[in-house]
């Protein structure tokens, strides 16, 4: 079946570092793909999304490009602040599937350092 | 403001208690979402509702009980439950559109702690 996987956390940056968190999946349809963010002590919060290949997803400085190649998502941002502290989850829906269903990863816990 | 908001945002309750979580989304949406976050496991989708209609339910035990009286307000009812319900139950709603993948806005969701 259709799976996200994201790099395991927790990942700690000084402010001002460049962030990468990586995500593939496996689909066998033409998948959406997103990331979603969770701030302490909130619900998630769509970051970003792409809905087709080489589609740039980009919102509050992240980024990240959908690699049907390489079946990737990967999260990056030039310039971290201790405002993005949060855990970041990388997930797809499956346009072929069930649309309301989306697969998500466990999550990445960022923690950004003044 | 996500448009969702949940009630209560804490709950404690032991295992012969009932209680009911609550959400309300303002967004116009016509289908909502329940979902049980657990600590090292992914998100787990437990209820779907669209147009009031009960349209997935992955296998959740019985002592969930959703209900969806409006496509603005969505219940989850709790009677029995175990230690191991403890966890963080998120809310959701999106605009249901056939075909067309559907951006989900989350509540703040509730966190529970059954003893």
């Known amino acids: 079946g259709d799976s996200v996987t994201q790099m395991e956390g927790p990942v700690t940056l000084s402010e001002e570092a460049f962030l990468t968190i990586n995500c593939t999946y496996t689909?066998?349809?033409?998948?959406?793909l997103f990331w979603y963010v969770q701030y302490p002590g909130e619900g998630l919060q769509l970051l970003l999304k792409?809905?087709?290949a080489d589609d740039k997803g980009s919102n509050k400085g992240f980024e990240a490009t959908y690699r049907k190649e390489t079946t990737s998502f990967h999260l990056e941002k030039g310039s971290v602040q201790v405002s993005d502290s949060a855990v970041y989850f990388c997930?797809?829906?499956?346009?072929?599937?069930?649309?309301?269903?989306?697969?998500w990863g466990l999550g990445t816990s960022l923690a950004v350092n003044p | 403001e996500t448009g969702v908001t949940q009630t209560p945002r804490h709950l404690v309750m032991g295992m012969t208690n009932k209680k009911s979580l609550k959400c309300e989304q303002h967004l116009g949406h016509n289908a909502m979402y329940w979902y049980k976050q657990s600590a090292k496991k992914p998100l787990e989708l437990m209820f779907v509702?669209?147009?009031?209609?009960?349209?997935e339910n992955n296998s959740v035990p019985s002592r969930f009980s959703p209900e969806c009286p409006n496509s603005s307000h969505l219940f989850l009812h709790l009677h029995t439950l175990q230690p191991e319900d403890s966890a963080l139950y998120l809310c959701?709603?999106?605009?249901?559109?056939?075909?067309?993948?559907?951006?989900?806005?989350f509540g703040p969701g509730t966190r529970l702690t059954v003893l």
């Open positions: 997930a797809l829906s499956d346009q072929a599937g069930n649309n309301r269903k989306l697969i």
């Open positions: 959701a709603s999106s605009q249901d559109i056939a075909g067309t993948p559907r951006e989900q806005f």
């Open positions: 509702y669209s147009l009031e209609e009960r349209v």
């Open positions: 689909a066998t349809g033409y998948p959406s």
């Open positions: 792409a809905t087709k």
